[in-house]
């Protein structure tokens, strides 16, 4: 596609759920991005993948958070047993490659509430 | 740890006044600067980027910056502010890893109000 996609738009849960947000990145982009907004807050770096492995994950903020990107494009974020401080717009980005000085083109973000 | 500030939550101006949107940063380098701007319910839109060069760096719509190494500051800058340009600003500096990889680490925002 265009741009970066992400589904679902909006997502409602209830506490103890488990959630799984998709971000769909620009074609041939090799880096991809996960960062969480919370309300009135900056982006928040979770984790970044460079090709099919997690290069970065130093921002998980706990281990009920996981993603994947088995093939190199497509990368899903999981969160297991939800709370509501998760509550919060993920965002995904991706970029053509490493080591220059390119910007991250970002997605419309996931909104998660957890009820 | 390298950090950018936004000292300012929000900054309100008339529409055709100059507009100047406040960021600092705290890098261990040379400093690779960007502004992203945010309006309702959308992603983060890429405005413009410092790498090197020429201090003042010309971007997306009309708005500038200026990279300050002196102050480490990198201040969004438009001459003449549009209501339209009314939106939720950040800045972000680029933090490089030992394999050549980066990721960006944002400020928490400034939100622009342009008046009528």
């Known amino acids: 596609g265009a741009g970066v996609s992400q589904t679902p738009s909006n997502k409602v849960t209830e506490k103890g759920k488990y959630v799984e947000l998709r971000c769909d990145p620009i074609?041939?982009?090799?880096?991809l991005y996960w960062y969480r907004q919370s309300l009135g807050q900056g982006p928040e770096f979770l984790i970044y993948?460079?090709?099919?492995?997690?290069?970065?994950d130093s921002g998980l903020p706990n281990d009920r958070f996981f993603a994947v990107r088995p093939e190199g494009s497509v990368s899903t974020l999981k969160i297991q047993r939800t709370e509501r401080g998760d509550s919060a717009v993920y965002l995904c980005?991706?970029?053509?490659?490493?080591?220059?000085?390119?910007?991250?083109?970002f997605g419309e973000g996931s909104r998660l509430t957890v009820l | 740890a390298q950090s950018v500030a936004q000292p300012e939550d929000q900054v309100n101006v008339a529409e055709g006044n100059p507009l100047t949107v406040k960021c600092t940063y705290s890098?261990?380098?040379?400093?690779?600067l960007f502004w992203y701007v945010q309006y309702p319910n959308r992603g983060l839109q890429f405005l413009l980027k410092?790498?090197?060069?020429?201090?003042l760096v010309k971007g997306s719509y009309g708005f500038e910056a200026e990279f300050n190494k002196s102050q480490t500051s990198f201040h969004l800058k438009k001459p003449s502010a549009l209501v339209s340009d009314s939106a939720l600003y950040f800045c972000?500096?680029?933090?490089?890893?030992?394999?050549?990889?980066?990721?960006?680490?944002f400020g928490s925002g400034t939100r622009l109000l342009v008046r009528p």
């Open positions: 980005a991706s970029s053509l490659t490493t080591g220059v000085t390119g910007e991250l083109f």
């Open positions: 890098v261990s380098g040379n400093p690779y």
């Open positions: 074609s041939g982009h090799t880096a």
């Open positions: 410092y790498i090197t060069g020429d201090n």
């Open positions: 972000a500096v680029r933090v490089l890893r030992m394999d050549s990889s980066y990721k960006l680490i």
């Open positions: 993948f460079q090709g099919t492995g997690a290069a970065d």
